[in-house]
């Protein structure tokens, strides 16, 4: 079993940055894709950003550019670091890992962008 916590949302202005974290419970190098997602209300979860456990990146275009995921296995952590931020980046961001065959979801982190 993985255990997954969200951290470093909160209230930016619109331009500004927040990088978001990922803390796993399990050791890092034995997970698989690492996703972060985003919903807001009414709306289904979208991709945000994923990386493999070899590194490999994937980005939604609304993000290209403004946003970099990457992995510390040091810290046990997948972190998001987002830039350029705009109000429609508005949502409660979530983590997901790979471990096995199961899927793991954390709780969420609310970032909203707002002047």
């Known amino acids: 079993q993985v255990q997954l916590v969200e951290s470093g949302g909160g209230l930016v202005q619109p331009g500004g940055s927040l990088r978001l974290a990922c803390a796993t419970s399990t050791s890092i190098v034995s997970i698989g894709t690492i996703t972060w997602y985003r919903q807001t209300p009414g709306k289904q979860r979208e991709l945000v950003a994923a990386i493999t456990r070899s590194g490999s990146t994937n980005y939604a275009d609304s993000v290209k550019g403004r946003c970099t995921i990457s992995r510390d296995s040091a810290k046990n952590t997948v972190d998001l670091q987002m830039n350029s931020l705009k109000p429609e980046d508005t949502a409660v961001y979530y983590c997901?890992?790979?471990?096995?065959?199961?899927?793991?979801w954390g709780q969420g982190t609310q970032v909203t962008v707002s002047s």
């Open positions: 997901k890992a790979q471990f096995g065959w199961r899927e793991y």
